[in-house]
């Protein structure tokens, strides 16, 4: 399947709304989309891109934020009809790219204990849980891209995190 990645515009605001809502069950509105479209014209370190494919169009979402050498994913989503085709890990990888190439040293996001779906999918792109927030059942994920890049031996024993919590 050939996928395109770009960065968003106000006129893709519909259809990410769409997968939003499709997506979560508190979705981001309408407002919050358009002012990281602000900022991303605004501010280097804020970014949104679309994945799109020729037959439908846009089909998914990464919106992230450097801080200092780390990469924060504030949001990302595929649309439901498209899941498991690796769309969603090639937004993943043009992310880590980008870190790479912006000297980051982590990737960090937060995902929901009951998401199991997408801790399977972060767990098997070597992300790992480094803290869990009680109050909104929430871990905290991180890619450590230097131990990566080293091939660090704990980074490798805690690939299997959700199977073995
Ligand atoms: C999480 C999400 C972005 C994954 O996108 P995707 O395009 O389906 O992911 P991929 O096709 O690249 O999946 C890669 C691998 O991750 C794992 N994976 C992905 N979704 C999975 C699921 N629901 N259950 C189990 N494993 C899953 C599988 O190992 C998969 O490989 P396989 O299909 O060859 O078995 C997508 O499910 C989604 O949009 N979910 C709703 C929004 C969301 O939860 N976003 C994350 C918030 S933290």
């Known amino acids: 399947?050939?996928?395109e990645i770009e960065r968003c515009t106000?006129?893709?605001?519909?259809?990410i709304l769409e997968i939003e809502e499709q997506s979560f069950d508190d979705p981001w509105r309408e407002p919050s989309f358009r002012n990281e479209l602000a900022l991303m014209e605004d501010h280097s370190h804020c970014h949104f891109y679309k994945a799109s494919i020729p037959s439908r169009g846009l089909v998914g979402y990464v919106v992230f934020q450097t801080v200092a050498d780390e990469l924060y994913i504030k949001?990302?989503?595929?649309?439901?009809?498209?899941?498991?085709c690796g769309i969603g890990s090639l937004?993943?990888?043009?992310?880590?790219?980008?870190?790479?190439?912006s000297h980051i040293l982590k990737i960090v996001l937060d995902c929901d204990e009951d998401n199991i779906g997408a801790l399977v999918f972060y767990q098997a792109l070597r992300l790992r849980p480094v803290s869990f927030n009680r109050v909104t059942r929430k871990f905290v994920l991180c890619?450590?891209?230097?131990?990566?890049?080293?091939?660090?031996?704990?980074?490798?024993?805690?690939?299997?995190?959700?199977?073995?919590?």
């Open 1 to 3: 399947m050939e996928i």
């Open 10 to 15: 106000p006129l893709d605001l519909e259809k």
């Open 75 to 84: 949001k990302l989503a595929v649309h439901p009809g498209l899941r498991r």
């Open 91 to 101: 937004l993943m990888r043009f992310t880590v790219d980008y870190a790479k190439k």
């Open 143 to 165: 890619m450590d891209l230097m131990a990566m890049e080293s091939g660090d031996s704990k980074t490798r024993r805690d690939q299997r995190w959700v199977a073995s919590r």
